[in-house]
Nanobody, 120 residues
Framework: QVQLVESGGGLVQPGGSLRLSCAASGSIFSSNVMGWYRQAPGKERELVAT?????????NYADSVKGRFTISRDNAKNTVYLQMNSLKPEDTAVYYC????????????WGQGTQVTVSS
C-alpha cells in the first residue's frame, strides 16, 4: 500500500504564496507520476500539475496556473511540492496529491487533501 500525506495549505491573501508538500510512503513503485489536483465547491476535481519520475523531468500544468505555480519533486524523499505564487481567489479549493503508475492503472493513490483559501 501507499500513503500520501499533504501539508502546507492555509489561508492567504490574493497575490500571496503558499507551498504544498506531499510525502509518499509504503510500497513506492518506479516509473510513476506524482501530481496535484484540486476541487472547488460545486466543481469537479481538476488537474493542477504533474511531474514524472524520470531523470528527464516532464512537467504538465493546467493553463490556469501556468506561470504562477511550479511543481517539483525529490525522488530520494518520495516527495512532491507545489509552489503557488500570485494566488487568486479562484485558486481556492481542496488540493489533493496523487501518485499513479505509468504502466499499471490499478496503482493510483490519493492523499486526504489540504484546504487552500485565497481571500482578503
Amino acid at each position: 500500500q501507499v500513503q500520501l500525506v499533504e501539508s502546507g495549505g492555509g489561508l492567504v491573501q490574493p497575490g500571496g504564496s503558499l507551498r504544498l508538500s506531499c510525502a509518499a510512503s509504503g510500497s513506492i513503485f518506479s516509473s510513476n507520476v506524482m501530481g496535484w489536483y484540486r476541487q472547488a465547491p460545486g466543481k469537479e476535481r481538476e488537474l493542477v500539475a504533474t511531474t514524472t519520475s524520470f531523470s528527464f523531468v516532464t512537467r504538465n500544468y493546467a493553463d490556469s496556473v501556468k506561470g504562477r505555480f511550479t511543481i517539483s519533486r525529490d525522488n530520494a524523499k518520495n516527495t512532491v511540492y507545489l509552489q503557488m505564487n500570485s494566488l487568486k481567489p479562484e485558486d481556492t479549493a481542496v488540493y489533493y496529491c496523487n501518485l499513479r503508475s505509468l504502466f499499471d492503472s490499478r496503482k493510483n493513490y490519493w492523499g486526504q487533501g489540504t484546504q487552500v483559501t485565497v481571500s482578503s
